[in-house]
């Protein structure tokens, strides 16, 4: 399937955007909407993947501070899964947080996830802990 990675404007994009972790966080992994929902999102930058009808069906996030970016909020609808398009938007993430000159990109993984990251150049640190009823550890890339 043929598909395109862009930035996406919060504004125009929110309701697609909400749409896609809504279903990927709350309703399948049963994430509570107050942890989901953190107010954060205006500050960040989104990218989505659309399909070439413009759906979007996949999105990601970078929220920078203190030199670094923190990539967060990863999430592919269920049945785009496999198909590349996690990879594409953690890529395309990492690179507009070296656009941006930050010194690394961090995230918080759940931990079924480690090597989906690992492949993406991301090293592990610290010790599991829980987020949002999820394990998670903290990974690092170098930039």
């Not at 967060?72 to 890529?91: C, D, F, S, T």
Request: net charge neutral; aromatic share 6%.
């Amino acid at each position: 399937m043929k598909y395109r990675v862009r930035s996406a404007d919060w504004n125009a994009d929110r309701d697609a955007i909400r749409r896609v972790r809504e279903r990927v966080f709350v309703i399948e992994q049963a994430v509570d909407p107050e942890l989901e929902w953190d107010g954060l999102d205006p500050e960040c930058e989104h990218a989505v993947i659309e399909t070439p009808d413009g759906k979007i069906v996949a999105t990601g996030r970078l929220y920078c501070a203190d030199g670094a970016g923190k990539i967060g909020r990863m999430a592919v609808l269920k049945g785009h899964r496999g198909n590349g398009m996690g990879a594409a938007i953690l890529e395309f993430l990492v690179e507009r947080a070296r656009a941006r000159g930050l010194s690394s990109a961090r995230l918080n993984a759940q931990t079924h996830a480690l090597r989906f990251y690992q492949r993406g150049g991301f090293i592990a640190e610290g010790p599991e802990f829980d987020e949002a009823g999820i394990p998670h550890r903290h990974m690092r890339r170098e930039l």
